[in-house]
């Protein structure tokens, strides 16, 4: 008998996740509008307020992003072998520096490359750099 109960428990189990899983055509389903594939047109996103409010500074122009470039090359050239990267690496790193984390550690991550790995004396000096010339 304990086991004729057990099987019914478990047939009554399975058979409430069944339905629970099951798709329906109910009326509501029918009326709800179909999803278009085709992309919605929307305007670009403005970070502008999310990333200062992360510490990352806006990207430089002009003087500024020579200076930060030309600062970076003074370290090691490698490091902007890819100047937009190196700009993006920088604005980053710019809100570590004012978070408090491990800013060195961070940059040796940030800005090594296959082709470079940075060294302590440089990821320190990166920092230095970019709190004169980008994270004000």
Do not use: W, Y
């Not at 930060?68 to 072998?81: F, H, Q, R």
């Amino acid at each position: 008998m304990r086991i004729r109960t057990a099987a019914a428990g478990i047939t009554a189990l399975l058979a409430v996740t069944l339905v629970g899983c099951s798709s329906s055509d109910s009326d509501a389903d029918k009326a709800a509008p179909a999803k278009s594939s085709a992309p919605k047109a929307s305007k670009p996103v403005d970070n502008g307020d999310a990333e200062k409010a992360a510490g990352i500074p806006p990207k430089p122009t002009g003087a500024k992003r020579t200076a930060l470039i030309a600062a970076l090359k003074a370290i090691n050239p490698a490091l902007v072998a890819d100047e937009d990267k190196a700009v993006d690496n920088a604005r980053n790193q710019c809100s570590t520096i004012s978070g408090g984390g491990n800013a060195e550690l961070t940059a040796k991550g940030r800005f090594s490359s296959s082709e470079h790995e940075v060294t302590d004396a440089e990821a320190k000096a990166i920092n230095e750099a970019l709190k004169q010339t980008l994270c004000a």
